[in-house]
């Protein structure tokens, strides 16, 4: 279990305005823990990031871990999905231990619905091994605790209640699919240095439902194309 380094920063995430400014105080948080102690303020634990693929929810937890200067671990829901009850279980317990031993730090647990399922739906035995331990491991953090757990998912119904309940994925931040002004701030971004003679903004009128995701590839796909003429 490796931290992974980022260099992704508020500044590179076009739109999304209220999004940055509702984690902003995580990250003075995360860098002034003892502003906020000396008043006996907690840390949220958790933030669960809610939105369609594509639109920047893991780019923006990088950027928190970034802007704060804190190790970042990144983790599938999907990794620790095992066959063998109890194995997806060990493998939150090792994450969470050398998180703490690197505190503080930012975990980041993607597509979180892989091990979040509501309980007893599918009787999935090795899955709620894998969601106890998860929300143990969560409840051992002291106030003075400063891990944080960032979760992505896009299907917040399907989630456990339990997932949800104060004191674990307390905050909730939706990210939507960016409107006409986000749209052209995210393609500007992508044809910065690209050698365009257009009008960005008949781009963005057209692009309705793009995500971020599809804007950038979008502009790479029309450079590819306009390089092979
Ligand atoms: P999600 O985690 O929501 O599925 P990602 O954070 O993985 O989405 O975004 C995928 C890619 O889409 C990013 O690496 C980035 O290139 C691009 N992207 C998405 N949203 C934005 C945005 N608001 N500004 C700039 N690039 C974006």
């Known amino acids: 279990i490796e931290p992974t380094t980022t260099d992704v920063k508020f500044s590179d995430i076009a739109g ?18 003892e502003k906020y102690l000396k008043y006996g303020v907690s840390l949220p634990k ?41 194995m ?11 998180v703490k031993a690197n505190s ?7 597509e979180i619905d892989a091990i979040g399922k509501s ?16 929300l143990t ?14 979760a992505a998912t896009n299907k917040i119904e399907l989630l456990d209640e ?3 309940r104060a004191g674990r994925f307390d905050r909730r931040v939706y990210v939507e699919l960016p409107g006409l ?12 240095d690209k050698p365009f003679d257009g009008d960005v903004k008949e781009i963005a009128k057209m692009t309705v439902g793009f995500s971020g995701a599809a804007l950038a590839s979008l502009v790479n796909e029309a450079s590819i194309y306009a390089l092979n003429r």
Request: aromatic residues 8%; glycine residues 8%; proline residues 4%.
């Open 162 to 164: 339990a997932l949800l």
């Open 119 to 134: 309980r007893g739906v599918s009787g999935n035995d090795e899955r709620e091994a894998t969601l106890n331990e998860l």
């Open 137 to 150: 491991q969560m409840d051992g953090f002291d106030d003075k605790s400063t891990v944080m757990v960032i």
């Open 88 to 98: 997806g279980a060990k493998k939150v317990r090792e994450l969470f231990s050398v």
């Open 46 to 86: 958790g933030v669960l990031l809610v939105g369609p693929p594509g639109v920047g929810k893991t780019m923006i937890a990088k950027a928190v871990a970034n802007e704060a200067d804190v190790p970042f671990y990144y983790q599938s829901g999907a990794s620790f999905v095992h066959i063998y009850v109890g």
């Open 104 to 110: 503080p730090s930012i975990i980041f647990i993607d």
């Open 181 to 192: 002004e986000d749209r052209e701030a995210i393609l500007k971004i992508y044809l910065k």
């Open 16 to 33: 999304i305005d209220e999004v940055k400014s509702e984690l902003t105080q995580v990250v003075e948080f995360l860098n002034k823990p």
